[in-house]
């Protein structure tokens, strides 16, 4: 009997479909265990991906997709988050203390993608995760004015440097190195050892995720970051108007070249709301990111209003997801951050890092 009410267990379960995923909570992979004692059940779900604000509405999902067979009489439903490490690109070894890296990218500037950077590193970190960001931008760094940052970084060494933190996220920036308005005249072999200076000297502390804000186009700066930097999956901004949309199909093509996954697609601007009357329509064009997501295979991971608040706390240094944790802005971002790291989750784990060094000695 206990294999058959199991096996129907898994059943109904199948027939739930992740929304951050688009798989069944079966084929994802998520079922740890089912416990069976007569008509009562147990299940534990583990999800991949950092999802704090969405894990009692799976268990009550759950709880009363399985309660509706006449087979099951109770159901108690255990859902918890775990993220795992992911496999990088081919040749390059993880980072100490760094799970998964995350490139944040668009063909060109102009498209918020730094403000989408920061709200994403804020939205993870609220879901559950621990969380970093490096501001890859060499010659406009916006991060540290962003999540309200500045002054020298710590060193305790000499040699190695502390990230600053903010918002409860690690924050690493050439913008703390130099003063606000001294220009960056560097060539790109500067440019890039520079970044991979600051990515492998500062000491990161645990995080599951290392959001890295790319400078916008895809030149042999970020051509070479994507050969050195071992980079779990990108995510590519964009607007819905034509123009920035063939720069973005750029940037989309240079990760598929470097074998980088890309995880899916943001459109930011995709509306404006009036800030006087609330009224909202489509200033730079409509569904241009969806139909891009559909023609290169890849899910389109939200969409973002043009809201002079996410303009205005950005630059006041606490992000929409900081100043307003409770708005349908805020919460937008969050289910952006539950889309893409639970697409990273499908991927292949990285096996290098999952396990500890076991040494054997005689004593």
Known sequence: MSESVEQRVRNLLSTIIDPHSGQDLISEGVMRGVG????????DIQLGYPALSWQSTLSAQIKETLEADPA???????????????????GLTP??????????????????KSTVAANLALALRAEGANVGILDADIYGPSQP???????????KDGSRIEPKLNHGIQVMSIGFLIEEDTPMIWRGPMVTQALQQLLSDTNWVDLDYLIIDLPPGTGDIQLTLCQRVPVSGAVIVTTPQDIA???????LKMFEKVNVPVLGIIENMSTHICSNCGHEEHVFGEGGGARMAEQYEVPMLG??????RIREQADGGTPTVAAMPESDLAARYREIARNTSARLALQARNKAI??????????
């Open 245 to 251: 949309l063939l720069d973005a199909r750029k940037a």
């Open 303 to 308: 969409s973002l209003p043009l809201d002079i």
């Open 145 to 155: 004015r962003m999540l309200g940052l500045s002054g020298k970084p710590d060193t």
């Open 95 to 112: 980072l100490p203390n760094i799970r998964n890296v995350i490139a944040v990218a668009s063909g060109k500037g102009g498209v918020g």
């Open 36 to 43: 069976v004692d007569g008509d009562k059940v147990s299940v």
């Open 72 to 90: 099951i009489a109770a159901a108690a439903v255990s859902v918890s988050c775990r993220v795992g490490a992911h496999r990088v690109q081919e």
């Open 354 to 363: 999952q396990f500890p060094k076991i040494v054997i000695q005689n004593t």
